[in-house]
């Protein structure tokens, strides 16, 4: 049995190694940072225009946007893995046809975020550092995920809102913000999961009524400034019991561990424990 044991592994190691992707290509800012996040930053040659962090993939080819790649400028850096996330689904096929291999990860969830770093170290022979690169984010995750007693507060996350707003746009069911506002205790104040990120009006704020506002806005931002501008909906219940809270950062549009690791904190103000 020994003997066998040892053919079969004599068999198997080499050619493991050699399915081992060494040029890999993220079509997603959060992918970018789960392959370094997971040990395969160093076999990363390209990514997306809009992958910024961390802050060496800003030397690296550029293949496109997030939904519309360059397909030429993917075969020409030649890849042996590409991975993508769920929302790439019209976009993989064509990848398939060129006969490069995929890998789809899911960030819609926090738990998704988790796994994924897990998959990557799979798929790129890097398992022990991305499961404890994985542990170490559960264990981060674990304070976002308790409920806030009582009544579960009526939520609305949003982002991208005009300072006179006549626009913005909310997080709905089935997003990773949803996500985010179940774990911590509360219900999204929007129930269809029919547009993934609505845009909203003042008159549609007054009229959905939240108990509590998350906004996020990018870096660079003052938030107390964003904070006080809501006052002009006064007439909304998280306006007047002080209950509208501002993130600023670029990486909460980046559904990453980075973004995982502030949830904790957010989802304190959900509970207002903030």
Not at 24 to 44: D, F, H, N, Q
Not at 212 to 220: A, D, K, L
Request: hydrophobic share 45%.
């Amino acid at each position: 049995m020994l003997l066998i044991a040892l053919v079969w592994a004599a068999a198997w190691t080499p050619t493991a190694a050699q399915d081992m992707p060494r040029r890999i290509v993220s079509l997603a800012p959060s992918v970018t940072e789960v392959l370094y996040e997971a040990g395969a930053g160093s076999r990363v040659v390209g990514v997306t225009s809009y992958c910024l962090f961390p802050r060496e993939v800003l030397a690296l080819p550029k293949v496109g946007g997030y939904l519309t790649p360059s397909y030429e400028a993917l075969v020409a850096l030649q890849p042996d893995l590409v991975v993508t996330l769920a929302e790439h689904a019209d976009v993989e096929p064509k990848i398939r046809a060129l006969g490069i291999p995929i890998l789809r990860l899911d960030h819609r969830s926090l738990d998704g975020i988790v796994r994924s770093i897990e998959q990557v170290g799979e798929r790129c022979g890097t398992a022990p550092r991305a499961k404890q690169a994985a542990d170490a984010l559960r264990q981060t995750l674990a304070g976002a995920k308790r409920s806030a007693g009582g009544a579960r507060p009526r939520v609305l996350i949003c982002f991208g809102r005009a300072e006179d707003f006549r626009r913005l746009t909310a997080a709905a069911p089935g997003t990773i913000h949803d996500d985010l506002i179940t774990q911590a205790g509360g219900v999204n104040v929007l129930a269809s999961p029919a547009i993934a990120y609505p845009t909203l009006s003042a008159e549609g704020i007054m009229r959905l009524d939240p108990d509590v506002v998350i906004e996020f806005s990018s870096g660079g931002t003052d938030a107390a400034a964003l904070r006080r501008q809501w006052n002009r909906l006064d007439s909304v219940r998280a306006v007047r019991n002080g209950r509208v809270y501002v993130f600023t950062g670029e990486f909460l549009s980046v559904p990453g561990p980075r973004f995982a690791r502030v949830a904790e904190t957010i989802a304190r103000s959900i509970r207002g424990e903030r």
